[in-house]
């Protein structure tokens, strides 16, 4: 790249500065860097891309380097955009550290060193193996001797060619650091070829060993020793935090040994470790602090055990992130730059700099302290790209910034003096001035052609700003700000204008109010109309936003912005502010609305002394939102109470100046909730918080039953009813009731208590008691504190005795398969000492108990019987009942039932429809040889599913209906017959025709249905 002379960087960084561009023009910046990366070697895959990409304007151009050197694009190498492409990878010639550098008119930078290796599995040498003799409890290894490869491979054996890998257990391990097969002892089943088969797991390429003989010696057998162990882990091994390690240890031995692992510390093993069916291998997922330690394999038998330990030490490492970074900076020539880059990371990080991709050059004004970079008086060729990297054994991470250095007369396009100025007299006024100009320019002001000087109302600030005080009518005018440095001189003028102060003069007042009253807050003003005031309102310091408050809105135009408060509430108490804007200056005025309401809940309610009927209250009072509380009311709230009710209180009105009262006419043994409410000339206020609930002492009970009644029942039974006492009014506990009787005229009574309090009946039974025997009767109640009243005495009728006789003149008649009608004769009055209320009619089957019966119970002398089995004989039996039971049955009459109805439902209809007639026709239906004769045929039809339905009969196949034009009907049709109604023929759907003819044919086969529709158009006539 050409090096610019200082004059041209200066006219280049000028014109850049002061040219509008259609986006800012800037170094590059990576979007995207290479990476470490491990490609996989195929055949069908001969293309490799490393990715890179750099933003910058002017778009930037790449190079790459390769271990330290340029690579030329060649056949191999091809750039796509700021991508490497490597055709034909080769894995020695085109492994290596990439690095991507993107360069633009504004610098270079590198990118970060990437590793690039490739995935490749050779295959083994062809060279046959020699054969492995052994005896036979000899132990045996085979040695894979993998072919060169890079990569992750996997180890497996193959058995005389077999399609699957030898199963490993406790005698046969394969290693995946050595890949070699170990057999703690050979067995004769073990002579055979052995294969090592090595897969390369990113290619997914793999390769097969020349066999393995192995043959059985005669000679001997080999005897039991000690365990030796052949395969085991280092003893001291590094994992980092999150990873997966994995142990091999593998003994030879005779008889084979067994393997278990465990911990020096005592520690159990960790949950999560996985050991394999051998326990050859112990695999930690995960690795944490707490799994590091010494680690035991024990390989044992009865020969004696060996042992193999090695510890995992947790090794620490934290990635290298930033923790400060660098920032682009624009600056003016003899400006000084301060640069600081900070990373984190373990080991600590050491950091060096680069500019536009080469190590900084260090000179006598450039200092470089670890991530700290000074440069003093910078210069325009100090201008590029410049780079911090921090690296440290794990890696190094880049952080790129631009250093633009500006050189510039002064220039006020961007940043000129306010053209006009308005101000209030007797305000402030502050004049700016800052141009754009590098380096800094000396700054100066003129009015007219006078330069200003400081005074006691004027005063130039240090950064060029020009402060007036007291703004007086003269002050107005034109005022220049002028500002030079070694590169030009530029100014840039502006006009005060002095405007009149703005007064409030119609302020708010303070006022009171009552809550749903409006009122109106004025604000008017004063001043110099041309400046057009702008109204704001406060409530307690906030804002107030008019389109969310239905409450509040302002009225008034120009100089008048007055506040309504419509339908105050007791929140809208409290200071409203009128603030009044101009473009000079700002006033304010402020008032304070009271607004009175009910009373606030009153507090801290407590109960006192309780009684079986009184409670007594006392509570302190709530806010009276600004009226005097009148008085108070007492409501209470039970569980059998629907909501609060008021109570009565001793005083009866209890005035505002009283904290407590007394409640009276409580139930005793009820719990009560109470709560008070304020009242004053505005209105009720909310209640209390409700007390803790409570409960009134016992009593004896006040309340009798009422509604005593009785009678019915069976012989020789006294039944005596009334209505329970509610709980509320039971008084206390073990409530219960008193019943007394006494034949009517005798003087003695006869009492039983009932312990329940949900009682309502007793029954008193003798058989020695007549029928319909008068008695007196009164029920009285009880608690645990003693007996309450009693009812008012009532006579009550003992109960009725059965009736005596059967029904007479019982007789049937068949109505169909299903139904049969039976009559009877009422029996006489002489039969029952009391009303008869119905029959009871016994149905069953010829064959069967009368215990099995089926019956069905009616109030009048006749009752149809339906759901039975057709051409079934059934015998029938009535009884009457009375209020005391059932009486005797009359005897059995036999009646059979019909024949059923016909199963098969007419077939093959046929319909048309003309205008408003319906016309059908069916075949008939034929009977068989156990069914009803067909006595005719039942039509059904109806507008649509949910119309009315219409039955029309006949003892023809066809006939025809009138109906109305343009509905849809739903037609049945069903054979008639003395065992009732056939099987229906489904509904038929005839569609509203409107003006149309048409006829249809629907055949009811038990497994086809169908329907086909003709339309006939008839002729149209226009």
């Given at each position: 790249?050409k090096m610019?002379?200082?004059?041209?960087l200066?006219?280049?960084l000028s014109l850049t500065?002061c040219l509008?561009?259609r986006?800012?023009?800037?170094?590059?910046?990576?979007t995207?860097?290479?990476?470490?990366?491990?490609?996989p070697l195929?055949s069908?895959?001969?293309k490799?891309f490393?990715?890179?990409?750099?933003k910058?304007?002017p778009?930037?151009?790449?190079k790459w380097?390769v271990?330290?050197?340029?690579?030329d694009?060649?056949?191999n190498y091809n750039?796509?955009?700021?991508?490497?492409?490597?055709?034909?990878p080769?894995?020695?010639h085109?492994?290596?550290v990439?690095q991507?550098?993107a360069?633009n008119?504004f610098?270079?930078i590198?990118?970060r060193e990437?590793k690039v290796q490739?995935?490749y599995?050779?295959?083994?040498s062809?060279?046959s193996?020699?054969?492995?003799?052994?005896r036979?409890g000899q132990?045996v290894?085979?040695?894979?001797?993998p072919p060169?490869?890079n990569?992750e491979?996997k180890?497996?054996?193959v058995?005389?060619?077999?399609?699957?890998?030898?199963?490993?257990?406790t005698?046969?391990?394969?290693?995946q650091?050595t890949?070699?097969l170990?057999i703690?002892?050979v067995?004769?089943?073990?002579?055979?070829?052995?294969t090592c088969?090595v897969?390369?797991?990113?290619?997914?390429?793999?390769?097969?060993?020349s066999?393995?003989?192995?043959v059985?010696?005669?000679?001997?057998v080999?005897?039991?020793?000690e365990?030796?162990?052949e395969v085991?882990?280092?003893?001291?091994?590094?994992?980092?935090?999150?990873s997966s390690v994995?142990l091999?240890?593998?003994?030879l031995?005779?008889?084979?040994?067994?393997?278990?692992w465990?911990r020096t510390d005592?520690?159990?093993?960790?949950?999560?470790?996985?050991i394999n069916?051998s326990?050859?291998?112990l695999?930690i997922?995960?690795?944490?602090p707490e799994?590091a330690?010494?680690?035991?394999c024990?390989a044992?038998?009865?020969r004696?055990?060996?042992?193999a330990k090695?510890?995992?030490v947790?090794q620490?490492?934290?990635?290298?992130?930033?923790v400060?970074?660098?920032k682009?900076?624009?600056?003016?020539i003899e400006?000084n730059?301060?640069?600081?880059?900070?990373a984190?990371?373990?080991?600590?990080?050491?950091?060096?700099?680069?500019?536009?991709?080469?190590?900084?050059?260090?000179?006598d004004?450039?200092l470089?302290?670890?991530?700290?970079?000074?440069?003093?008086r910078?210069?325009?060729?100090?201008?590029?790209?410049y780079q911090c990297?921090a690296?440290n054994e794990?890696g190094?991470?880049?952080?790129?910034?631009?250093?633009?250095?500006v050189?510039?007369?002064?220039d006020?396009?961007?940043?000129?003096v306010?053209?006009?100025m308005?101000?209030?007299?007797g305000g402030?006024?502050?004049?700016?001035?800052r141009?754009?100009?590098?380096?800094?320019a000396?700054?100066?002001w003129r009015r007219g052609?006078?330069?200003?000087?400081?005074s006691?109302r004027r005063?130039?600030?240090?950064?060029?700003?020009?402060r007036i005080s007291?703004i007086s009518?003269?002050d107005?005018?034109r005022?220049?700000c002028?500002a030079?440095n070694p590169?030009?001189?530029s100014?840039s003028?502006?006009?005060?204008?002095v405007k009149?102060?703005?007064k409030?003069?119609?302020?708010p007042?303070?006022?009171?109010a009552?809550v749903?009253?409006s009122?109106?807050?004025?604000?008017?003003?004063?001043g110099?109309?041309?400046?057009?005031p702008t109204f704001?309102?406060f409530?307690?310091?906030?804002?107030?936003d008019?389109n969310?408050?239905?409450?509040?809105?302002?009225i008034?135009?120009?100089?008048?912005g007055?506040?309504m408060?419509?339908?105050?509430?007791?929140?809208?108490?409290?200071k409203?502010?009128?603030m009044?804007?101009t473009v000079?200056?700002s006033?304010?005025?402020?008032a304070?609305l009271?607004?009175?309401?009910?009373?606030?809940?009153p507090?801290?309610?407590?109960?006192?002394?309780?009684t079986d009927?009184?409670a007594?209250?006392?509570w302190?009072s709530?806010?009276d939102?600004?009226s005097?509380?009148i008085?108070?009311?007492i409501q209470?709230r039970?569980?059998?109470?629907i909501?609060?009710?008021?109570v009565?209180?001793?005083?009866d009105?209890?005035?505002?100046q009283m904290?407590?009262a007394?409640v009276?006419?409580?139930?005793?043994w009820?719990?009560?909730e109470f709560?008070?409410v304020a009242?004053?000339n505005?209105g009720?206020?909310?209640?209390?918080m409700?007390?803790?609930?409570i409960?009134?002492?016992?009593?004896v009970p006040?309340?009798?039953?009422?509604?005593v009644?009785?009678?019915g029942?069976?012989r020789?039974?006294?039944?005596i009813?009334w209505?329970?006492?509610?709980e509320?009014?039971?008084s206390?506990e073990?409530?219960?009731?008193?019943?007394a009787f006494r034949p009517?005229?005798t003087?003695t009574?006869k009492?039983?208590?009932l312990?329940s309090?949900?009682a309502s009946?007793y029954?008193?039974r003798?058989d020695?008691?007549?029928?319909?025997s008068q008695?007196?009767?009164?029920?009285g109640v009880y608690?645990?504190?003693?007996?309450?009243p009693?009812s008012?005495?009532?006579?009550?009728?003992?109960a009725?005795e059965e009736?005596?006789?059967?029904?007479?003149?019982?007789w049937?008649r068949t109505l169909?398969?299903?139904?049969?009608?039976?009559?009877?004769?009422p029996?006489?009055?002489?039969?029952?000492?009391?009303?008869?209320?119905?029959?009871?009619v016994l149905c069953?089957?010829e064959?069967?108990?009368?215990?099995d019966?089926?019956?069905?119970?009616?109030?009048d002398t006749?009752?149809?019987l339906?759901?039975l089995?057709?051409s079934?004989?059934?015998?029938?039996?009535?009884r009457?009942q009375?209020?005391?039971?059932a009486?005797p049955?009359?005897?059995?009459?036999?009646v059979?039932?019909?024949?059923?109805?016909?199963?098969q439902?007419?077939?093959?209809?046929e319909w048309?429809l003309?205008?408003?007639?319906i016309?059908l026709s069916w075949e008939?239906v034929k009977?068989m040889?156990?069914?009803s004769?067909v006595?005719?045929?039942?039509?059904l039809?109806r507008?649509n599913w949910?119309g009315?339905?219409?039955?029309?009969e006949?003892?023809?196949?066809s006939m025809?209906?009138?109906?109305?034009?343009?509905?849809?009907y739903?037609i049945?049709?069903?054979?008639?017959?003395?065992?009732?109604?056939g099987?229906?023929?489904?509904?038929?759907?005839?569609?509203k025709?409107?003006?149309l003819n048409?006829?249809g044919h629907?055949?009811?086969?038990?497994?086809?249905?169908?329907?086909?529709m003709?339309?006939i158009?008839?002729?149209?006539?226009?």
């Open positions: 790249m610019l002379l200082p004059w041209e200066l006219i280049l500065d509008a561009e986006s800012a023009r800037h170094g590059p910046v990576f995207q860097e290479p990476s470490d990366s491990v490609f195929r069908e895959d001969n490799v490393i990715n890179c990409k750099a910058g304007n778009v930037p151009h790449y380097k271990d330290g050197g340029y690579i694009m060649d056949l750039l796509v955009e700021g991508n490497l492409l490597i055709n034909h080769h894995a020695t085109h492994g290596g990439y991507c550098i360069t008119v610098g270079t590198v990118s990437a490739f995935a599995l050779q295959n083994f062809r060279k193996r020699n054969t492995v003799s052994v036979e132990a290894v085979l040695l894979c001797g060169p490869h990569g491979i180890y497996s054996w058995f005389n060619g077999r399609p699957s890998f030898l199963l490993q257990d005698r046969r391990f394969v290693s650091r890949g070699n170990y703690a002892k067995e004769a089943s073990d002579v055979g070829n052995y088969v897969r390369n797991m990113m290619t997914n390429a793999t390769a097969y060993s066999p393995t003989p192995v059985l010696r005669r000679d001997a080999m005897g039991e020793y365990p030796k162990i085991q882990f280092p003893e001291s091994l590094h994992v980092t935090k999150g994995k091999e240890c593998f003994a031995g005779n008889p084979v040994p067994s393997i278990t465990r005592g520690n159990p093993l960790p949950g999560k470790i996985k069916h326990n050859g291998v695999e997922p995960y690795f944490r799994d330690g010494v680690y035991e024990v044992e038998n009865s004696g055990k060996n042992v090695g510890q995992l947790f620490s490492v934290e990635h290298l992130q930033w400060q970074t660098l682009d900076v624009h600056m003016a400006a730059l301060q640069w600081e880059c900070k984190s990371g373990k080991p600590k990080p050491v950091y060096r700099w680069l500019k536009n991709g080469e190590p900084l050059v260090l000179e004004r450039i470089v302290e670890g991530g700290r970079l000074a440069v003093p910078i210069n325009l060729l100090d201008s590029g790209m990297l690296e794990h190094a991470i880049y952080a790129s910034a631009e250093l633009k250095v050189a510039s007369s002064p006020f396009s961007s940043s000129p306010k053209k006009s308005l101000i209030q007299r402030e006024v502050i004049m700016e001035c141009p754009h100009a590098s380096p800094r000396s700054i100066s052609g006078e330069f200003l000087k400081d006691t005063t130039i600030m240090g950064d060029g700003t020009l007291n009518e003269s107005g005018g005022y220049t002028v030079r590169f030009g001189t100014s003028t502006g006009t005060l204008v009149e102060p703005t409030i003069t119609v302020p007042l303070s006022v009171d009552t749903g009253e009122i109106v807050l004025p604000c008017e003003v004063s110099d109309s041309s400046l057009g704001k309102w409530f307690n310091g906030k804002l107030i008019f969310r408050q239905d409450h509040f809105e302002m008034g135009v120009g100089s008048a007055d506040l408060v419509r339908n105050i509430q007791l929140k809208h108490s409290g409203y502010v009128c009044v804007h000079v200056d006033v304010s005025a402020a304070h009271i607004v009175r309401g009910p009373p606030g809940a507090e801290g309610l407590i109960v006192g002394e309780i009927s009184t007594q209250l006392s302190e709530g806010p939102h600004h005097p509380v008085t108070y009311s209470a039970t569980p059998f109470s909501g609060w009710q008021a009565r209180t001793v005083p009105s209890v005035p505002g904290f407590h007394t009276i006419d409580l139930n005793p009820v719990d009560y709560r008070v009242s004053n505005v009720v206020g909310e209640p209390s409700q007390s803790k609930q409960r009134t002492k016992a009593a006040e309340v009798a039953p009422g509604n009644s009785g009678g029942g069976r020789g039974e006294l039944v009813q209505e329970p006492i509610p509320e009014l039971q206390g073990e409530f219960g009731y008193v019943v009517l005229g003087s009574w009492q039983t208590v312990a309090p949900d009946r029954t008193f003798n020695s008691v007549p029928p319909l008695f007196e009767v009164k029920v608690n645990n504190k003693g007996e309450g009693s008012h005495v009532v006579v009550v009728y003992s009725e009736p005596s006789e059967p029904p007479s003149r019982v049937t169909s398969a299903s139904e049969i009608e039976v009559y009877w004769e029996i006489t009055q002489t039969a029952s000492s009391w009303k008869i209320i119905g029959y009871e069953w089957e064959g069967m108990q009368e215990s019966a089926e019956m069905v119970r009616v109030t006749a009752a149809i339906s759901g089995k057709g079934t004989v059934y015998l029938i039996s009535v009457a009375n209020s005391a039971g009486g049955s009359s005897p059995a009459v036999n059979t039932t019909k024949k059923p109805p016909p199963s439902p007419p077939g093959n209809i048309n003309t205008n408003s007639k016309f008939h009977a040889g156990n069914e004769e006595t005719g045929y039942k039509v039809y507008q949910l009315k339905t219409s039955v029309v006949t003892n023809r196949t025809a209906l009138q109906v109305p034009s343009g509905e849809d739903l049945e049709i069903k054979a008639l017959s003395d065992g009732g109604d099987s229906s023929s489904g509904p038929i759907r005839i569609p025709m409107s003006s048409s006829n629907f055949s009811s086969a038990p497994c086809k249905i169908c329907a086909v003709f339309f158009l008839s002729k149209l006539t226009l």
